[in-house]
């Protein structure tokens, strides 16, 4: 069974940062792309950031140059580095991967930037 499990959310300052991350478990971590995907009060979901094996990570445009993805293949683990965070990045964050043609998601963490 498919599962991931995120962690690391909280609430924070603008400015502030924090780390996100996401434990999969049930099929080959190192051979599928994983992406964080967000949702926020009131809004539909928004792809945030996706990191696959031999390319380039790729960002959403308004998150370019403060969130960071990686991944460790040996923990089956996806990392969000979030830094400079600002209330417009308040959402609940999930990450993904699209397995088999379906899509797997995790409970989320929720993420609240407030002063």
């Known amino acids: 069974e498919v599962q991931f499990v995120e962690s690391g959310g909280g609430m924070v300052q603008p400015g502030g940062s924090l780390r996100l991350s996401c434990v999969a478990s049930?099929?080959?971590?190192?051979?599928?792309?994983m992406s964080w995907v967000r949702q926020a009060p009131g809004k539909g979901p928004e792809w945030v950031a996706r990191i696959r094996s031999g390319r380039d990570p790729d960002y959403l445009d308004s998150v370019m140059g403060r969130f960071t993805i990686s991944r460790d293949n040996a923990k089956a683990t996806v990392y969000l580095q979030m830094n400079r965070l600002k209330p417009e990045d308040t959402a609940v964050y999930y990450c993904?991967?699209?397995?088999?043609?379906?899509?797997?998601w995790g409970q989320g963490t929720q993420v609240t930037v407030s002063s």
């Open positions: 049930g099929f080959t971590f190192s051979a599928y792309d």
């Open positions: 993904n991967a699209r397995i088999g043609g379906i899509n797997y």
